[in-house]
């Protein structure tokens, strides 16, 4: 959910060249244009957000014993049995809620 807003960047730019307005209905499109980041600097922010790592997906091994091993691979069977139910439930529906599929949720606490 982080993605779909912040992609836009005007929801959220990461700088910006001036300072933002003071006053309500004084700023213009080209004050904003101004105001926002170049392209380049947009370009590497999504890029940076694009970059996700899913629930339950660990690509660094932090753990090499036997009960810690055993309990991420319990909890992934349960993500994948829940996302299973989750897109049984979607799939009758006019309008999917997929944000907390943990097919398509990240391993963060942005979500």
Not at 21 to 29: F, M
Not at 68 to 96: T, Y
Request: proline content about 9%; some cysteine.
């Amino acid at each position: 959910m982080q993605y779909d807003f912040g992609a836009w960047m005007p929801n959220s730019p990461v700088t910006l060249q001036l300072p933002p307005p003071t006053k309500k209905g004084k700023a213009s499109e080209k004050s904003m244009i101004d105001t926002f980041p170049n392209i380049q600097t947009t370009v590497h922010v999504i890029s940076y957000l694009s970059h996700q790592i899913f629930l339950g997906q660990y690509p660094e091994e932090h753990f090499t014993e036997e009960v810690p091993c055993q309990k991420i691979k319990d909890f992934q069977v349960e993500l994948k049995r829940l996302s299973a139910e989750i897109k049984a439930r979607n799939s009758v529906l006019d309008l999917p809620y997929t944000y907390l599929d943990p097919d398509v949720t990240e391993n963060s606490v942005s979500i």
